[in-house]
């Protein structure tokens, strides 16, 4: 079983930039696929990126080319960079694997606001 921990998230303006991470209590190694979701109270939690062992990554079109997806597997952390950010990317941003497994817990997410 695997525990996450999100952190990094804040409060920014629109345009700007931010990086979150995501360390996890166990290997990452073995999750060939590892994403990066975000959920807003009312709706379902929402893959944006996701990131191979290998280091490729996919990114969901509504963030394409403003979102970036690495992975580090020796420490067992993944990271968002985030730029260009708008006020609808506010949102609880949490990573998990791609798909989620049952036996992993998610994290309390990292909320990011975009506001002026």
């Known amino acids: 079983q695997v525990q996450f921990v999100e952190s990094g998230g804040g409060l920014v303006q629109p345009g700007g930039s931010m990086r979150l991470s995501c360390t996890a209590s166990?290997?990452?190694?073995?999750?060939?696929?590892m994403g990066w979701y975000r959920q807003v109270p009312g709706k379902p939690r929402e893959l944006v990126a996701i990131?191979?062992?290998?280091?490729?990554?996919t990114i969901v079109d509504s963030v394409k080319g403003r979102f970036a997806a690495s992975r580090d597997n020796a420490k067992n952390t993944l990271f968002l960079e985030m730029k260009n950010l708008l006020e609808e990317d506010t949102a609880v941003y949490y990573c998990?694997?791609?798909?989620?497994?049952?036996?992993?817990?998610w994290g309390q997410g990292t909320q990011v606001t975009v506001s002026s």
């Open positions: 998990n694997s791609s798909p989620p497994k049952p036996e992993n817990t």
């Open positions: 166990g290997s990452i190694f073995d999750m060939y696929y």
């Open positions: 990131v191979t062992r290998a280091g490729t990554t």
